[in-house]
């Protein structure tokens, strides 16, 4: 039976981050893809110009009729926007016994704009942080979670150490955001393992925390541990910038469809 993702996300209406980017990732590894909406914004290359915020009440819905009918092999969280809705999402999550929680803590765009409000941050990490098998903070998101400045990777290390305190069974803390190759270091509570890439020489890096959280989220549901999903992500997302798209006058989107055959072995 083909497995079955779930998003929980904002919409990009420019395509390459959000439920946009997740689906595609979903289909590019042979899965078939829902979403729950949580907001919808007026995007493009060039930065996030609206969000609408969804009723947290119609979110809850969303989930309750996809998973009490199609089912959800493994489910990823992207743009929770606000309180109301992670609260409302967090109880229906515990409710209906979601497998598989891959939680991107997604605070601001691409281009620097906020995605969730600040009076939320204390939200994400209480009612959905301890519901994540596994977190993928970028820096800055980890210096939130974590409450300390990263400037190495001895300073990823103790953020995620902290951030697994908060209950993650795992935490991702990605390097894309640092000046060096792009490492990336997984805590599982006791010991640390390292993803290395070189870094890819191009702007077109939107949409990168979606499509690898997603990527995650897939691969577990295809019955990779969580060391294998994330290697085999890790490996899918740096082919997926290699061959980014030049569109717009922005920070364009990745190819979510390139060869995932040859990133598969590990």
């Keep these: 039976m083909i497995k079955r993702l779930l998003t ?5 209406s420019g395509g390459g981050a959000g439920i946009q980017a997740d689906l595609k990732t979903f289909h590019a590894f042979g899965c078939y893809g829902t979403s729950v909406l949580t907001a919808i914004t007026a995007q493009n290359t060039l930065g996030v110009h609206g969000v609408q915020d969804l009723e947290p009440e119609f979110v809850a819905l969303q989930l309750e009729a996809v998973a009490t009918d199609i089912g959800v092999d493994a489910a990823k969280t992207g743009m929770l926007s606000n309180a109301a809705i992670i609260k409302a ?3 229906k999550i515990c409710e209906l016994e979601i497998p598989h929680l891959v939680v991107d803590p997604v605070m601001r765009a691409k281009g620097g704009d906020p995605l969730l409000r600040e009076d939320a941050q204390s939200a994400l990490i209480e009612e959905i942080v301890p519901l994540a ?14 409450g300390i400045t990263i400037e190495s990777r001895e300073d990823m290390k103790e953020a995620a150490k902290l951030i697994c305190e908060k209950g993650a069974k795992y935490v991702l803390v990605k390097g894309g955001h640092r000046s060096e190759d792009a490492l990336d270091i997984l805590y599982d509570g006791q010991g640390f393992t390292e993803y290395f890439a070189e870094r890819v020489p191009t702007k077109n890096t939107h949409g990168t925390g979606c499509t690898y959280s997603a990527a995650i989220a897939a691969n577990l549901a295809l019955g990779y541990d969580i060391k ?8 899918y997302i740096t082919k997926a910038i290699e061959a980014s798209l030049e569109l717009g006058a922005g920070i364009g989107p990745l190819n979510h469809f390139v060869e995932i055959k040859k990133t598969t072995h590990f």
């Excluded at 977190?135 to 974590?146: C, Q, S």
């Design 8 to 12: 929980i996300a904002g919409s990009d």
């Design 228 to 235: 294998q999903a994330v290697s085999v992500s890790k490996k």
């Design 89 to 91: 999402l967090a109880k």
């Design 133 to 146: 098998e596994i977190i993928t903070p970028n820096i800055p998101e980890a210096e939130t979670l974590a």
